[in-house]
């Protein structure tokens, strides 16, 4: 909702409405109709509004708006009204933006972002990654896979969904700034119950940082769960990638080479990511155990994951990994979903900055 008679300022929240996918509704003052004040997900009132709001209901979302520099009374006017934010134009306007789209999006918590990363190669990470998203979406949960590695050759193969209508990477190799949560949702081809972000079937394309960060940042606003396949050759796209995350997860077969290989991918996923854990996998050489391998890496251990029997030829009938419910990869991860804890999460995708003030 916006609140004004200010012909300029409303040409300016009309465009950035318009940029944030958004249709508003637009007053004079405060809306005759009962109920419609407190049923806005935003309002945005202008400076010159502000008296005539007076008396209204307390409610969260107000934001009071002007353009230019503020008068020296704009503090008052706030609290008088109940504003959350003072927000001016033009300097605020990447932020307000965003939160235009949060409202317009019903955007509630981030999703519980978890990435997955081989201590070396074929140790099973892309396998981890779609049975932890399969498991997720069969218990009801909102659910989007993300294929990281651009050399791995596609995850929707391992979900049998390589000739499933919808878009790849090479589609928002472009992307930069804001997408929006729903739109990308339903671009994506649909699997087993949830939303899959997958490499195509030509030439590599690379993923700069900016539509990495639009990407994962628009999935995230969904909430739910994302689960990120990530390569173990890190660029500043994976960094981007590491920096979204809540818990990476590194598997890691029990043997010394593959414990010294993960080492140096703990090292380097370690400047970005603060919370990375170890998914042990056997079988184990003399002397070794899933202790052991979280031990000589200085990490949490998640757990001991052993080999599937029968995995490769259900993959061949089409069943992707993490569908039979009795299997240990099933089991697995319906046990990591039920414990896993994140200390400290914040309760967005970048601390809040409005360019403005809070009241």
Not at 202 to 214: K, L
Not at 304 to 319: K, T, V, Y
Request: charged share 25%; proline share 6%.
């Amino acid at each position: 909702m916006i609140v004004t008679e200010d012909a300029d300022l409303l040409d300016d929240l009309l465009r950035l409405c318009a940029a944030a996918g958004a249709v508003p509704e637009v007053h004079h003052g405060l809306p005759e109709e009962k109920g419609r004040w407190e049923r806005a997900p935003l309002i945005l009132v202008g400076d010159d509004a502000a008296r005539r709001c007076l008396g209204a209901s307390r409610r969260g979302g107000l934001m009071l708006v002007g353009r230019g520099g503020a008068d020296a009374d704009v503090w008052r006017r706030a609290v008088e009204i109940g504003a959350e934010y003072v927000l001016r134009l033009p300097d605020s306007e990447g932020w307000l933006v965003d939160q235009i789209a949060n409202a317009a999006e019903g955007v509630g918590g981030p999703a519980l972002t978890v990435g997955v990363v081989g201590g070396r190669g074929g140790s099973g990470a892309s396998t981890l990654a779609c049975a932890l998203a399969v498991t997720a979406a069969r218990s009801g949960r909102r659910t989007m896979l993300i294929d990281g590695d651009p050399l791995g050759g596609g995850i929707d193969v391992l979900l049998g969904g390589e000739e499933a209508e919808g878009l790849r990477w090479p589609d928002f190799a472009r992307s930069k700034g804001r997408l929006g949560g729903g739109a990308l949702e339903e671009s994506l081809p649909a699997l087993h119950g949830l939303r899959v972000l997958s490499w195509g079937r030509g030439d590599e394309v690379a993923v700069p940082p900016q539509a990495m960060q639009s990407v994962l940042a628009a999935a995230r606003r969904l909430g739910g769960v994302v689960v990120v396949d990530l390569p173990r050759r890190f660029d500043d796209s994976t960094a981007e990638a590491l920096a979204q995350l809540d818990v990476g997860l590194l598997v890691v077969p029990g043997e010394l080479r593959a414990v010294a290989a993960a080492r140096r991918v703990a090292a380097a996923a370690g400047v970005v990511l603060g919370d990375l854990r170890v998914v042990a996998r056997g079988p184990y050489t003399a002397g070794l155990d899933e202790q052991w391998v979280a031990q000589a890496l200085g990490l949490p251990l998640v757990g001991d994951l052993p080999r599937e029997p029968g995995l490769s030829s259900a993959q061949d009938d089409g069943e992707p990994p993490g569908s039979n419910p009795r299997g240990v990869l099933a089991r697995f991860c319906k046990e990591f979903w039920g414990r896993v804890d994140v200390p400290d999460r914040l309760e967005g995708i970048h601390a809040r900055q409005s360019g403005g003030g809070r009241s």
